[in-house]
């Protein structure tokens, strides 16, 4: 089973910063979008930001203005820097590709912001 590889998930206090990272197999030549979500506990996964091919990248509202997704130089990685985060950004945190229409998911990284 395909997996994406998923790190830099942790513990951190309100107000500070965590970077997700996230690769994809090398041969994946059709790579699309590619997205983070999120899953609190007891809620559903919830989609926080996607950067297509081309064209702008998009957020939730809740996290505008503080969380950035980025394509690396590498094709196959994407980012997400999280800045100003708050406790109620605590949740596991998944990386979605799409490689010729199909999607592909990360395993999960846990994210936990308490003091």
């Known amino acids: 089973q395909v997996q994406l590889v998923e790190s830099g998930g942790g513990l951190v206090q309100p107000g500070g910063s965590l970077r997700l990272s996230c690769a994809a197999p090398r041969s994946f030549h059709g790579i699309g979008a590619m997205s983070w979500y999120r899953q609190a506990p007891g809620k559903q996964r919830e989609l926080v930001a996607r950067?297509?091919?081309?064209?702008?990248?998009t957020y939730a509202d809740s996290v505008k203005g503080r969380f950035t997704i980025s394509r690396g130089s590498a094709r196959n990685t994407v980012t997400l820097e999280m800045n100003s985060l708050r406790p109620e950004d605590t949740a596991v945190y998944y990386c979605?590709?799409?490689?010729?229409?199909?999607?592909?998911w990360g395993q999960g990284t846990q994210v936990i912001v308490s003091s």
């Open positions: 979605k590709v799409v490689n010729w229409g199909d999607d592909y």
């Open positions: 950067q297509p091919t081309s064209g702008s990248a």
